[in-house]
């Protein structure tokens, strides 16, 4: 200790929530390739019962795609999260999806950021699996998945230690 002051060593913890009622699926069984073999970082997924997607995060909206399936949240401690509703949902080009944020938006964990319309997306043949990427995977340490029911904004999906 130096002049009263302690430095903490340790990593900071960070919690990624669930983005919506469902239950929670470890990225080893989500059908996509890109996600299973983790290209984009790695993380959980979640099959959601609610149309609802909230953001699991605390942070700035960074990043919405264009078809509205798809956002991008940075944490304030550096974090980049990817939310991907659904599998291969970029070819509906935004039908079924109403975005409820824009680019540079600040939000809190439990933010409502898109609802979608789960019934039409099984009706055209996509799967409404969500992945919820870390995807700088070099700013983390011992990630950490919770499976099993979870609700949207509230319980836990995802643990890491930030580097």
């Known amino acids: 200790m130096l002049f009263g002051k302690k430095k903490d060593a340790s990593p900071a913890h960070g919690r990624i929530l669930a983005p919506a009622d469902g239950e929670i699926i470890p990225l080893d069984a989500v059908s996509d390739p890109v996600f299973r073999d983790r290209i984009l970082g790695d993380g959980a997924a979640v099959i959601p019962k609610s149309g609802t997607i909230l953001s699991p995060v605390a942070g700035v909206v960074s990043n919405i795609a264009e078809t509205l399936h798809a956002f991008g949240i940075t944490t304030p401690d550096g974090i980049e999260i990817l939310i991907h509703v659904g ?6 080009k935004g039908a079924g999806f109403l975005c409820r944020v824009k680019e540079g938006d600040a939000v809190n964990a439990g933010d409502p950021l898109c609802d979608v319309d789960l019934s039409m997306i099984e009706r ?9 990427i870390i995807t700088n995977m070099d700013a983390v340490k ?4 919770r499976t099993g029911k979870a609700a949207a904004g509230k319980d836990l999906m995802i643990g890491y230690d930030k580097k």
């Open 124 to 132: 055209e043949g996509y799967q409404t699996c969500t992945p919820v």
């Open 142 to 145: 011992n990630v950490s998945v």
């Open 87 to 92: 599998i291969n949902t970029v070819e509906l």
